[in-house]
């Protein structure tokens, strides 16, 4: 009742701000609702309201469905329970201040994101080209900052460039004001060693099957060349692959073999500089092994294994219908593994198990249906008259269906039959 309440109030709330307030104050941001593992169809329902409603006014809802297990199901779902959108703010209008700077000299031009949710891609123009700014040994574009950086200046740099901005998730584009970019009179830069200015961090949490990108790029006159290694003096990924300027290395596919300690390197004549970090594989669970739906007679038991692959190993937990199970006189838990004893009518139900480790929660669903019936001869009745030669041998078959399996016995007459020796 309280979730109800909680679903209902959420929905009223945010219809009564985007009508009223018709986005006089626009951006109001909801990072996430958690749901119960187990959701009714009214409350499902009532979430694909309030996501209709945001789409009407350009608000991007990601991952609405959450995980209902329907009847006769056996499907494996994730999590799936957060509620995410995104968008973009416009760039303040007010004119940005010139640079200035001499001739062989590097730079940095701050693109400066107006407040966001989602991810960005960041690309510059320079005067009226329309062709965004190309990268090349002199100039990198950092996807992390949004910043432009020229390694070393010249002549043919000086004008003005504009720092454009895409929220592909919410399908908007922005586009700063201009930063002129001016040549100083005063001399010209003599040579001097790099200086890393976009360096990638020091640890860095990688997903399995992922594309992990480490951006390294310095300033410094000669231009610096860029050079990538593994520390521990093995190969680079035979996958891997570099930008034009080898400024980003690129691993695709990323796997527990890639995890490691990772240096870029910035070299001119007049020396060198080093940036470094680390590379730490993780993996969300996996289903290797997952329950399936099951008929099973009363009295009987009931032995269901799940196994999920994931760094870090997953823990197990088992729901029935929603509830959380835990070890008691006929039901034993022990990580992966169910086991019920002495099966009745009231055990069936759909069961989950789930597998979670710190990144991520995935569930196996199945149904365990107990049987319990008399013996009956409907559907394999035994025949009323059998013939066969003096001498000859006969079998006569007696296949009741019944839960549990019936006790056969059987009779010649009023006499009871036995066993040969």
């Given at each position: 009742m309280a979730f109800a309440?909680?679903?209902?109030?959420?929905?009223?709330?945010?219809?009564?701000?985007?009508?009223?307030?018709?986005?006089?104050?626009?951006?109001?941001?909801?990072?996430?609702?958690?749901?119960?593992?187990?959701?009714?169809?009214?409350?499902?329902?009532?979430?694909?309201?309030?996501?209709?409603?945001?789409?009407?006014?350009?608000?991007?809802?990601?991952?609405?469905?959450?995980?209902?297990?329907?009847?006769?199901?056996?499907?494996?779902?994730?999590t799936g329970r957060d509620v995410m959108w995104a968008d973009i703010e416009e760039f303040e209008t007010k004119t940005r201040s010139t640079v200035s700077v001499r001739e062989g000299q590097g730079v940095v031009l701050l693109c400066g994101p107006?407040?966001?949710?989602?991810?960005?891609?960041?690309?510059?123009?320079?005067?009226?080209?329309?062709?965004?700014?190309?990268?090349?040994?002199?100039?990198?574009?950092?996807?992390?900052?949004?910043?432009?950086?020229?390694?070393?200046?010249e002549p043919s740099d000086v004008g003005n460039?504009?720092?454009?901005?895409?929220?592909?998730?919410?399908?908007?584009?922005?586009?700063?004001?201009?930063?002129?970019?001016?040549?100083?009179?005063?001399?010209?830069?003599?040579?001097?060693?790099?200086?890393?200015?976009?360096?990638?961090p020091e640890s860095i949490q990688a997903a399995k099957d992922s594309s992990v990108k480490l951006e390294c790029f310095a300033l410094g006159n000669p231009v610096p060349d860029i050079s990538w290694r593994r520390m521990d003096g093995s190969l680079l990924p035979g996958k891997a692959k570099y930008s034009k300027s080898k400024a980003i290395l690129e691993i695709p596919n990323f796997q527990q073999e890639d995890e490691?300690?990772?240096?870029?390197?910035?070299?001119?004549?007049?020396?060198?500089?080093?940036?470094?970090?680390?590379?730490?594989?993780?993996?969300?669970?996996?289903?290797?092994?997952?329950?399936?739906?099951?008929?099973?007679?009363?009295?009987?038991?009931?032995f269901w294994e799940c196994k999920?692959?994931?760094?870090?190993?997953?823990?197990?937990?088992?729901?029935?219908?929603?509830?959380?199970?835990?070890?008691?006189?006929?039901?034993?838990?022990e990580n992966g593994t169910l086991i019920i004893t002495m099966l009745n009518i009231s055990d069936s139900g759909v069961y989950q198990c789930a597998a979670e480790n710190k990144y991520q929660i995935i569930y196996a669903n199945a149904e365990l249906k107990v049987l319990?019936?008399?013996?009956?001869?409907?559907k394999s009745p035994v025949k009323k008259l059998s013939v066969v030669q003096v001498g000859g041998d006969i079998a006569i078959e007696c296949k009741p269906i019944a839960f549990p399996t019936a006790a056969i016995s059987w009779k010649k007459g009023t006499e009871s039959l036995r066993q040969s020796k």
């Open positions: 309440q909680f679903s209902v109030g959420v929905f009223r709330f945010l219809s009564l701000m985007f009508q009223k307030l018709s986005f006089a104050s626009p951006r109001i941001y909801i990072m996430s609702l958690k749901f119960p593992p187990y959701t009714d169809p009214m409350k499902f329902f009532r979430l694909h309201l309030l996501s209709s409603s945001l789409k009407q006014h350009n608000v991007v809802v990601k991952r609405v469905k959450p995980p209902i297990i329907p009847n006769n199901s056996s499907a494996s779902t994730s107006p407040p966001h949710v989602g991810a960005l891609s960041y690309a510059w123009t320079f005067n009226d080209n329309p062709l965004y700014v190309q990268e090349d040994n002199r100039r990198f574009v950092s996807q992390e900052t949004g910043n432009l950086y020229i390694a070393k200046v460039y504009t720092c454009f901005i895409t929220n592909k998730e919410a399908q908007r584009s922005v586009q700063g004001p201009p930063t002129p970019l001016v040549q100083r009179t005063d001399g010209v830069m003599g040579e001097y060693e790099p200086k890393i200015e976009v360096r990638f490691g300690f990772y240096e870029c390197t910035a070299g001119n004549l007049r020396g060198r500089n080093i940036a470094k970090g680390q590379l730490i594989f993780y993996a969300p669970p996996e289903w290797e092994q997952k329950i399936q739906n099951t008929y099973l007679s009363i009295y009987d038991s009931l999920a692959s994931g760094k870090p190993s997953p823990c197990y937990t088992w729901l029935k219908n929603g509830e959380r199970l835990n070890s008691e006189e006929r039901i034993r838990i319990a019936s008399a013996p009956n001869f409907s």
